[in-house]
């Protein structure tokens, strides 16, 4: 009998550890932080981790201050908050400078969605309306949430005039969606008072379209030396709507400048509904004149391009209709 409760009390106690083993394997989280070429010493919510380049599998889920303290006493320090949820590794890329201005850097985060198939990525910057370019998709402006790509391997630009260019290779597991919080850092020598002034007027004419559970490491850690692929390019399909004021009567629309380029060719999508998550029609090139027919409460107007209704924003057209 004695034997038996023995042989009982050790079963029930390797139950337990399993168990706990279990649970503890599903209450980690991770975190990557790189510095690039940039020795730095890093702080979770004031506590010392240890330098560059640093990872840690074995975290407690939370949300927590990160402090990234630059060995040279030359380049600014950096804070940010980072949230780490359980079996999910965050990834964060910081390129110090000499001041805030000129740091720019990036978050990777991956989550979980509702379908088991489909992959997405989303898109937040610091400033707003920065130009976003995935794979050899058409660019588009932050904020953004691209919901149709497929698993597996992408590639992703952030770029605005006068700022250095983000770029970076990333893995998308089936049913995850990584969110890329990047904050992009001006050129220095862009900061004089004349640029400046250059810069907010182009920024003023840019076209903006407003609106991880890790189980295996390797699903979201980056190499120090992000990889730059190869895009390849598809030649724009601008319409073949004439120019001439003899064809098209008034009331007409003319594209403006967009400071949005397809492939080299200055304009602006055409859309099928008054929407910028509308099916797209084609490409409306800068200066080419279109049929007026019709604008809604929301700036969005009817335009006839080629041959059928379509409708474009109206930020960047100008109605003749006099």
Partial sequence: MKRFLFLLAIIIITIVTIFYIQVNEKTKSGLQILTGDTPASLFLDGNYLEKSPFIDENIKPGTYNLSIKPEDENLTPYETTVTLNKGLITVVDWRPNENLKTSYGFTLQMEKIGHFKQAEVSFVTIPDNAIIQV????????????????????????????????????????????????????????????????????????????????????????????????????????????????????????????????????????????????????????????????????????????????????????????
């Fill in 135 to 322: 794979d050899d998709r058409d660019q588009e402006f932050s904020p953004l949430i691209i919901d149709d790509l497929n698993a597996g391997e992408h590639y992703f630009r952030i770029s605005l005039p006068a700022y250095q260019t983000i770029e970076q290779t990333i893995m998308i597991k089936p049913g995850h969606r990584i969110n890329v919080f990047a904050k992009l850092g001006r050129e220095p020598d862009s900061l004089s008072s004349a640029k400046e002034a250059s810069m907010a007027a182009t920024l003023k004419e840019k076209q903006a379209t407003p609106s991880a559970e890790i189980e295996n490491d390797t699903d979201i850690k980056i190499s120090p030396s992000p990889k730059v692929t190869s895009m390849p390019t598809n030649t724009p399909t601008p319409s073949t709507q004439t120019t001439s004021d003899a064809e098209i009567e008034k009331p007409y629309i003319v594209i403006k400048p967009t400071n949005f380029t397809k492939d080299g060719v200055e304009g602006m999508r055409v859309r099928e509904k008054p929407t910028q998550y509308s099916k797209e029609l084609g490409f409306a090139v800068t200066g080419e004149k279109y049929k007026y027919l019709e604008e809604t409460e929301l700036g969005w107007f009817k335009i006839q391009f080629d041959n059928q209704e379509a409708w474009v924003s109206g930020k960047y057209i100008t109605l003749y209709d006099i």
